[in-house]
């Protein structure tokens, strides 16, 4: 079955064609960071009229680059939440009309779990495993166990982990979002240079706590101010934070994998194109002889592709949203068992 699938929870506007909820034809991305880079994030009045203007083209892009028409497909899938209203409201309004106008089912797919599913598209992972979904708006363990079966083992109690990527980036004086600069700059420090806390390492939970960090970075700021871009400690500050970030987001997986019973690894989310993570959850998963799946960078972050092998799925199985789904700006993970039984 070929999908056409629309993302616009944030600030991308997305679109892929999909054979078998396994195969990308084509996945285009339109990126609105320029335009927001000024406000020093996310402006959702904007982002909502940029989805406007951008979706179309997209859509058509990714058709096009596919070589298939509408008549070609056998379902729509869009993201239903979680996300800004607004932006949700357009790649959602305009999967509807796509759908009725062409007689097809459309399904809405929660924009994490197409996080959970992105590696599906590079290598089918076998249930249950572990996730870890770290983005701009959630740092979240999950065990899974099949479509639709998600567990919260642990989560963020204040900022995610690529919120903090993002803060610490606007104190270094980086435009938004400006974690991929933090790991760049991190290539050539001392990731021990600074000692910088690892809040909750130690409290038992699998929760997370990034908030304290990104104060930690501020205090440091304030005491030793660097004297502009050039200042050779901002490689050094840059992987000391980076260091802090991962110890916790490792040590905390580690947990969650040693309670939860599972051998695989999911990692995804746009935090997942961090190299550092990278390097450090494969020297765990030596560790601990366990399966890694981490997609290529450009899965990782949020595109259309990912929504696909979910809706494949709740498709091929007779489960389709129908034209009255409604965008949901929150929607959390555990509850979609009940929202796929009332689908
Ligand atoms: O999943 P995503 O593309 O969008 C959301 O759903 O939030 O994630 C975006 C987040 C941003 O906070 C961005 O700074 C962060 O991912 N990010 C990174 C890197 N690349 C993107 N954080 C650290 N290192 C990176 N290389
Ligand atoms: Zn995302």
Not at 220 to 248: E, I, T
Request: glycine content about 10%; overall charge negative.
């Amino acid at each position: 079955m070929l999908l056409l699938a629309i993302e616009s929870s944030c600030d991308e506007t997305a679109a892929a064609v999909v054979r078998d909820g396994r195969t990308v034809l084509s996945s285009v991305v339109a990126s609105q960071i320029a335009v927001h880079a000024e406000y020093g994030g996310v402006v959702p009045e904007i982002a909502s009229r940029r989805h406007l203007e951008a979706v179309v083209p997209v859509v058509e892009q990714a058709l096009h680059q596919a070589g298939v028409w509408f008549s070609d497909l056998g379902g729509v899938a869009a993201t239903q939440g979680p996300g800004l209203a607004g932006a949700l409201l357009v790649g959602l309004s305009t999967a509807k009309a796509l759908a009725f106008a062409n007689r097809l089912p459309l399904v809405g797919i929660n924009h994490i779990e197409g996080h959970l599913f992105a590696s599906f598209l590079e290598r089918p992972v076998e249930f249950p495993f572990l996730a870890l979904v770290v983005s701009g708006g959630h740092s979240h363990l999950y065990r899974v166990d099949g479509f639709g079966r998600y567990r919260t083992l642990g989560q963020t109690i204040d900022d995610a982990a690529g919120e903090a990527f993002d803060k610490v980036a606007k104190l270094l004086g980086f435009s938004y979002p400006g974690g991929a600069l933090i790991d760049r700059l991190a290539v050539d420090g001392d990731p021990a240079a600074v000692k910088f806390p690892r809040p909750l390492l130690h409290d038992g939970s699998c929760n997370f706590s990034f908030s304290g960090l990104k104060t930690a970075v501020l205090t440091h700021l304030q005491k030793f101010p660097l004297s502009g871009p050039d200042d050779p400690r901002l490689p050094d500050l840059c992987a000391s934070f980076q260091a802090a970030v991962c110890d916790v987001l490792v040590a905390k997986t580690s947990a969650a994998l040693m309670g939860s019973g599972c051998n695989r690894l999911v990692v995804a989310g746009g935090v997942a194109c961090n190299s550092a993570l990278r390097r450090e959850m494969g020297c765990l998963a030596d560790e601990r002889g366990i399966e890694l799946h981490i997609p290529t960078p450009a899965l990782c972050a949020d595109n259309a592709a990912m929504l696909a092998v979910p809706a494949d799925y709740y498709l091929e199985h007779g489960m389709e949203s129908g034209l009255g789904l409604d965008a949901l700006a929150v929607w959390p993970l555990d509850s979609i068992t009940a929202h796929l039984a009332a689908r």
